[in-house]
């Protein structure tokens, strides 16, 4: 077996809570220094991620959500834990492009060890952990060891859209101790959605 080491140093990212607020349902929330770690080995060697448990100010710790640049899929299985995760794919203008506040499709999908999610292109996607353990994936998207910050932010993602909206259409929270969802009022309408069975509190 012959593995190039020569990108190792350039695997490792974790993302801070520094960088969370921007996506958090509340952005003043105590939450720990470090929300996930991503070990990004690309199609070949796959990508890891692992989530710290717990929720700030009710929200479980999740991803910062993305959608892919160009015609991308994805594959993640879980490998341990408990969570949710969340699709969803934004409503087009007549120009053919994504508007930022009208989703056309959202699924939510509660998950557990073992379980596989396909991330069709075009749906973004982000995953809760809902468990009071660690809960990591094993995803198989690609990686560019020349970008810049490959680990961190793949040049194949676009977290701006995300941004701008605080997050996804719903918010992932804890509710008489399990899972349930909360919307994020940023956005006026979802056209479809499919939510797991998880009930929706005001
Ligand atoms: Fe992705």
Request: glycine share 10%; hydrophobic share 35%.
């Amino acid at each position: 077996m012959e593995i190039d080491f020569k990108n190792v140093p350039k695997h490792y990212a974790s993302r801070t809570h520094e960088k969370m607020t921007e996506v958090l349902m509340d952005p003043n929330g105590v939450g720990p220094a470090i929300h996930y770690y991503m070990i990004r080995g690309g199609v070949d060697q796959k990508n890891t991620t692992v989530w710290e448990p717990g929720t700030i100010s009710g929200e479980y710790i999740k991803t910062y959500g993305h959608y892919h640049i160009g015609d991308l899929s994805e594959n993640y299985t879980i490998a341990y834990g408990e969570g949710v995760a969340l699709l969803q794919k934004l409503a087009e203008n007549s120009d053919g492009e994504m508007t930022t506040d009208v989703v056309a499709e959202f699924k939510a999908i509660p998950v557990t060890t073992g379980d596989k999610i396909f991330m069709p292109a075009k749906f973004g996607h982000l995953l809760a952990n809902t468990g009071s353990t660690y809960f990591v994936t094993i995803d198989d998207s690609p990686v560019d060891f020349e970008d810049r910050d490959p680990a961190s932010f793949p040049g194949h993602a676009d977290y701006s859209l995300v941004k701008e909206m605080q997050g996804f259409a719903y918010y992932v929270v804890e509710h008489n101790g399990k899972a349930a969802l909360k919307r994020n009022p940023r956005y006026k309408n979802i056209l479809k959605e499919d939510l797991g069975g998880l009930e929706v509190i005001i």
